[in-house]
Structure formats: C-alpha cells, structure tokens
C-alpha cells in the first residue's frame, strides 16, 4: 500500500511559481491592485499611477495637500499593503 502526500492546489501552484521565479511579480501586481481597496475609494480618486520599483511603492497623486497627509500615514499603508498581500512586498511609500 502507498502513502499518499495531499497537498492544496494553491501551495503547489505556489511552489512552481516561486521555483520559476514569478512569485514576486505576481505579489507586486496583488499589492498594486490592492492599492484602492486598502486606500479607500476617496484616496484612490485622486490617484493617477501606482507602480512598484526597489520594494518602492510610487503613488502618483494629482492633489498635493493629499501627498501631505498621506506622508504621515505611509508606515501604516506599506504595513496594511503588506498585510492584505500576504507577504513583506514592499518597504516604503513615496507619493508624487
């Protein structure tokens, strides 16, 4: 008689994609994606581009008073933007 190993689907569609390294691309589009849920629909409004470089998220504003606030607020966001990925994606938060 044989041993069976189960394992869930997600962990072994996980596997591969971290063995052929696209597991951090696709943690990077989720926590892009993520951006205006976990900013709020009033916050992504005024929001023109997200974009991801050197565990750098970029948010491009179009209102500079909300660059303001949003700066006192960047180390909460990048821990919410980490928690709703899962994973330690991105480590600060610069708003243009």
Known sequence: MFKRREQLISSLVMR???VMGLETPLLQKRLVEAWPV?????INRYTTGVNIANQTLFVHLSLPALR?????RRQELVQRLNNYVGAQIIADIRFC
């Open 16 to 18: 591969n994609l971290r």
């Open 38 to 42: 976990v900013a709020g629909e009033a």
């Open 68 to 72: 303001a606030d949003l700066s006192m």
